[in-house]
């Protein structure tokens, strides 16, 4: 069976939560898929091929097209509906898309798209104008009932699926992610490095997301305000908020300078793999109260770390973290700050949201997502 994939989410240097997912997914394929052949599609404008074709594979191969992706986008796919990928990838049976992108194919080659969330149709109010347009532009609801097999990362994502595009149910199947998180120990010289480089000190009390809106980054600031003036005990736990920076987020900013613990929360923008790995390392407890998730990998991250978490209570992470992790209700600020005492004061807490944590996280791997994956492409070939 010839398999295509669209990689275009792994164009970009630094990975983060697709582009993850999809390269996450792809070495598990590569490690236990020794029978079918894969044919990997790109396209740029600009020469990838140095950086992708470390994608190469005795039964993968890299394919890229040189198109500008403007051009290529609203104009060869969507208005001409040419190139067909397949087609311009010698022929698959099966193109598997990992992500929502402008992609024309041939009536008979089927089609399996990967659908992480539909944030953009649930809370259209969290994302730019440009943004909003970029989805209106890609005619989504389109793409999916148009495809012959949709996986959704979570039950949740897939009722979104259902309920608001109006795909039938038989078309849409649940394989929960892996876990990103691979444990590794540092040295006390990289671990004061990496200190000394952010001005850190005291008890770190993480956050690792994109800074924008769905994010609940604005209650998590308030939460930590009404922590610290309630609490003179918890003066030395810094807020650390790591991640790049997304959309609508001048409010955030605007809230944290008006803060008057500014100086103890802490931006530090798009961290490295292995500055991630310290951090989850390094931190005294994990807080993710997001609005909304189509998964969510950094919960199962920290956890892999020996990091209590405390997590929203909707959309999919109540599926991801089962009992491992206290439940906040995010649209409650002083909810999120009296788990996070609870947290920091209860050793008895800690130690068991860690335990449960190690176990939660068996849960959930690559090797078993692939193995999934196969199956459905074995489906459809039949």
């Given at each position: 069976?010839?398999?295509?994939?669209?990689?275009?989410?792994?164009?970009?240097?630094?990975?983060?939560g697709v582009s993850?997912?999809?390269a996450?997914?792809?070495?598990?394929?590569?490690l236990?898929?020794k029978?079918?052949?894969?044919?990997?599609?790109?396209?740029?404008?600009?020469?990838?091929?140095?950086r992708?074709?470390?994608?190469?594979r005795p039964?993968?191969?890299?394919?890229g097209?040189?198109?500008?992706?403007?051009l290529?986008?609203?104009?060869?796919?969507k208005?001409?509906?040419?190139?067909?990928?397949?087609q311009?990838?010698?022929?698959?049976?099966?193109?598997?898309?990992?992500?929502?992108?402008?992609?024309?194919?041939?009536?008979k080659?089927?089609?399996?798209?990967?659908?992480?969330?539909?944030?953009?149709?649930?809370?259209?109010?969290f994302?730019s104008v440009?943004?909003?347009f970029?989805?209106?532009a890609?005619g989504?609801?389109?793409?999916?009932?148009?495809?012959?097999?949709?996986?959704?990362?979570?039950?949740?994502?897939?009722?979104?699926?259902?309920?608001?595009t109006?795909?039938?149910?038989d078309k849409?199947?649940?394989?929960?992610?892996?876990?990103?998180?691979?444990?590794?120990?540092?040295?006390?010289?990289?671990?004061?490095?990496?200190?000394?480089?952010?001005?850190?000190?005291?008890?770190l009390?993480?956050?690792?997301?994109?800074?924008?809106?769905?994010?609940?980054?604005?209650?998590?600031?308030?939460a930590y305000?009404?922590?610290?003036?309630?609490?003179?005990?918890?003066?030395d736990v810094?807020?650390?908020?790591?991640?790049?920076?997304?959309?609508?987020?001048?409010?955030i900013?605007?809230?944290?300078?008006?803060?008057?613990?500014?100086n103890?929360?802490?931006?530090?923008?798009?961290?490295?793999?292995?500055?991630?790995?310290?951090?989850?390392?390094?931190?005294?407890v994990?807080?993710?109260?997001s609005?909304?998730?189509g998964?969510?990998?950094?919960?199962?991250?920290?956890?892999?770390?020996?990091?209590?978490?405390?997590?929203?209570?909707?959309?999919?992470?109540?599926?991801?973290?089962?009992?491992?992790a206290?439940?906040?209700?995010?649209?409650?600020?002083e909810?999120?700050?009296g788990?996070?005492?609870l947290i920091?004061?209860?050793?008895s807490l800690?130690?068991t949201?860690?335990?449960?944590?190690f176990?939660?996280?068996?849960?959930?791997?690559?090797?078993?997502?692939?193995?999934?994956?196969?199956?459905?492409?074995?489906?459809?070939?039949?």
């Open positions: 069976m010839k398999i295509g994939v669209d990689i275009r989410v792994l164009m970009d240097e630094y990975y983060s993850e997912y999809a996450n997914l792809l070495s598990a394929l590569f236990i898929d029978e079918n052949e894969y044919k990997l599609f790109y396209n740029s404008w600009h020469n990838l091929d140095t992708l074709n470390s994608w190469n039964q993968a191969r890299v394919i097209l040189h198109i500008p992706n403007k290529f986008n609203y104009f060869c796919q208005l001409f509906a040419r190139p067909k990928i397949d311009a990838l010698g022929g698959v049976d099966i193109f598997w898309s990992p992500h929502f992108n402008f992609t024309s194919l041939s009536i080659t089927k089609k399996v798209i990967t659908v992480h969330d539909l944030s953009f149709l649930r809370y259209p109010e994302f440009r943004k909003n970029w989805h209106k890609l989504v609801k389109r793409i999916l009932q148009t495809a012959d097999k949709i996986i959704a990362v979570s039950e949740n994502t897939k009722n979104d699926i259902i309920e608001l109006g795909v039938s149910q849409v199947q649940v394989i929960y992610s892996g876990n990103n998180a691979v444990k590794r120990e540092f040295t006390s010289q990289e671990t004061e490095e990496f200190f000394n480089k952010h001005k850190l000190s005291g008890r009390m993480l956050y690792l997301g994109t800074i924008e809106p769905r994010k609940n980054i604005s209650g998590l600031i308030a305000n009404e922590l610290r003036l309630k609490n003179e005990s918890l003066a810094k807020l650390i908020m790591a991640g790049a920076n997304g959309w609508k987020n001048k409010k900013y605007s809230e944290w300078k008006n803060s008057p613990y500014q103890d929360i802490i931006f530090l923008g798009y961290i490295s793999q292995k500055e991630k790995k310290i951090l989850y390392s390094k931190s005294v994990f807080v993710y109260p609005f909304y998730e998964f969510g990998f950094p919960p199962l991250e920290a956890m892999t770390y020996g990091l209590p978490v405390v997590c929203a209570n909707v959309s999919s992470l109540p599926e991801v973290v089962g009992d491992a206290l439940m906040i209700n995010p649209f409650k600020p909810e999120i700050s788990a996070l005492k920091l004061s209860d050793e800690r130690q949201l860690i335990k449960k944590g176990a939660r996280v068996t849960n959930f791997s690559w090797e078993k997502t692939a193995q999934e994956y196969l199956k459905v492409f074995k489906e459809l070939s039949c």
